[in-house]
């Protein structure tokens, strides 16, 4: 979303209106010409009958006309550099942009796609900055702005599909992608944080123009993703590389939780109310109980879920010792199972 200022005109007086009735009246009024083919006429009402026309200035459509939209970051007279703006960057959906030239040809290789006239004129006081007309609308314009000054746009609380046009759109506009996406730039935390929310589309991004921490740092939220559900357009802008540790990541956790869940409960010294063979019994019952979450082993699998399956062992043994040993060994299945890597 991007917030920006509406300015107006001077909406039309309410004597104009009064000429406009009066000349529909009058014309209405006139005699047709004789052999003139009309259908009947309505009865006139008279003058006072006619409704007062609403106020321009509420709801006319003249009032749109008269609208301008203008950046509340970026308009005349912020306080974003030493010296006034001197290009003015209007978007495909009419809203303007006052920016600094200097800026932008200092982050764009192609004198931002060959739109900044050359040489800049220069900008007397009084006078409005040269207007250039750009082919991306306001949210995205919005975040490229942000992220050349290097301030962040989290804020405005933007899509997910606008970051990841403004993304694609320093391409065209000559825009090192991989300076303005390294760790730690206002870029790269907003990706960070919408990868929350939508990490195969941030996840496929990175992988497409290369930034491996980007990618790693996103690659956390989908270990619950569904990996048959990856399109053939995502797995074809992803590449083979990064597709490749996706899969890699899913199916290595999974095979890892699976040989942690092998050892059984440690056994004990035999006793005369608990000997080997009884020790067994809980030998037995751990080997099913994992081969029901072997069955069920997700990349993404909860520690209570582990819990909530071998816990109850507990309540079929008598031996104290057992219960200690099938605790002990619970915590200490949890504590590896959390250190199996979650990124690629």
């Known amino acids: 979303m991007v917030a920006y200022i509406r300015m107006t005109y001077s909406p039309m007086e309410s004597n104009q209106w009064d000429y406009i009735l009066q000349s529909v009246t009058e014309g209405l009024n006139t005699p047709a010409p004789v052999g ?9 009402v008279h003058r006072s009958q006619i409704s007062t026309p609403p106020d321009s200035a509420v ?4 009032q749109d006309r008269n609208l301008v939209s203008v950046s509340t970051t970026f308009f005349p007279g912020a306080d974003l550099d030493l010296v006034p703006a001197d290009i003015c960057l209007l978007s495909s959906d009419s809203v303007f942009f006052y920016v600094h030239s200097h800026r932008l040809l200092a982050s764009s290789s192609n004198n931002f796609d060959a739109i900044l006239p050359s040489p800049i004129p220069s900008i007397q006081r009084g006078e409005e900055p040269k207007i250039c007309i750009v082919p991306d609308d306001s949210a995205v314009m919005n975040i490229l702005l942000h992220t050349i000054y290097n301030m962040s746009a989290a804020h405005y609380s933007p899509p997910t599909q606008s970051i990841i046009g403004a ?4 391409v065209k506009y000559g825009i090192p ?3 303005f996406i390294a760790p730690s730039t206002p870029l790269f935390l907003l990706l960070s944080a919408k990868a929350v ?7 496929t991004l990175a992988a497409s123009l290369d930034i491996p921490e980007l990618a790693e740092v996103t ?9 048959p559900s990856l399109t053939d357009d995502m797995a074809i802008k992803m590449g083979p ?14 095979e890892a939780f699976k ?6 409960p440690a056994n004990h010294t035999a006793t005369a109310a608990c000997d080997v063979e009884e020790q067994q019994k809980l030998t037995r019952a751990w080997m099913l109980a994992t081969a029901y979450l072997a069955w069920e082993a997700k990349p993404d699998l909860n520690t209570t879920v582990i819990e909530s399956a071998l816990c109850p062992l507990a309540d079929h043994l008598t031996c104290e010792q057992c219960k200690r040993s099938l605790k002990n060994r619970v915590m200490e299945l949890v504590m590896q199972w959390a250190l199996i890597k979650k990124t690629i």
Not at 36 to 44: D, T, V, W, Y
Not at 167 to 170: P, R
Not at 259 to 264: G, I, Q
């Open 36 to 44: 003139a083919n009309l259908l009947e006429r309505p009865k006139l």
């Open 59 to 62: 709801g006319s459509p003249e």
């Open 167 to 170: 993304v694609e759109s320093m």
């Open 177 to 179: 992608i991989k300076a």
């Open 197 to 203: 929310i939508n990490p195969i589309e941030i996840y």
């Open 219 to 227: 690659s956390t939220h989908l270990l619950s993703y569904s990996l």
């Open 241 to 254: 590389v990064y597709l490749k540790r996706l899969f890699f990541l899913h199916l290595g956790r999974t």
């Open 259 to 264: 040989r942690l869940l092998l050892p059984p």
